[in-house]
């Protein structure tokens, strides 16, 4: 290597911040540009994460204007480890679900839906955790999403829902929504056979909701397809303009959701409409 290149090498190095004497193991061959690119990253992404938590607690600090204390909090809660951050949901859904009987397939659902920072999240994901941290210690609102779920499961139609043959209709719904989301991800057409199968499917299991050992149920005529096939369009402009978030579980599931960066895939009620309504017409 000419005396120039090393010289322009040196104050490349020198750029990226590498210092003089990882410069002259280097130019003395006791290591590599590859092992000193790889510390330097590594160090970088280390300097990246611990930027992005200190922006996120700044953040914090503008939007609520806080507390000496508040602040001390919420630097704690952004370097929180990923087991103290599960101990804390753990205890969160304890609390909510203690005092009553829930069933424990829901509580098993409520507690799987919690947030899981990556590696590196962004500074976004880290604000969102801060804020759900604060509101999931928060023993009033422990106590609110309790009230709130206590009254959803045991009131009006909420034993019906929550009964565990319902509980088994459920859950037995979710493969077959779950295929209505890959068809019509994909582009089938819905009056194409694999419309029609997750058509049949779907009526097959709606018919279901309502049979008993001593009836059979709503019998599958065209006229209840076309009648779901309404109720799925119905579905569809709801969730095109859905409520406000009204309560703090609304808030917890919004807060997950940020955290997790992972929104949830809307279902295809227009698809599935239109599916119904062509299964409902003679094969041709």
Known sequence: MSAIARLELVRTLRELDAGLDEIRRVLAGEATLRELAAAHLALLTRQETRLRSRRAVLS?????????????????LAGMPDEERDRLIDEFWTEVSTGWEPP??????????RPGLPEHPTAAQIEAWIELAELIRDTEVRQAVRRELHEACTNGAGPLMTSSPMLDM??????????????AREGVPPDSPRGRENADRWIEWLTGIFATPDSPGIPDTPEF??????????????????????????RYTALVTAVNDMPQERFPFEWLAEALRASALPVR
Do not use: C, F, N, Y
């Open 104 to 113: 424990e397939r829901m509580v098993g659902w409520w507690r799987a839906a």
């Open 60 to 76: 914090a600090i503008l939007r609520q204007d806080s507390t000496a204390g508040q602040v001390t909090l919420m630097h704690k």
């Open 225 to 250: 397809r076309i009648q779901a096939a309404d109720h799925m369009l119905a579905g569809a402009e709801w969730d095109r303009t859905p409520p406000e978030p009204q309560g703090p579980l609304d």
């Open 170 to 183: 459920l859950e037995a719904a979710t493969p077959i929504g779950q295929a209505v989301m890959d068809a």
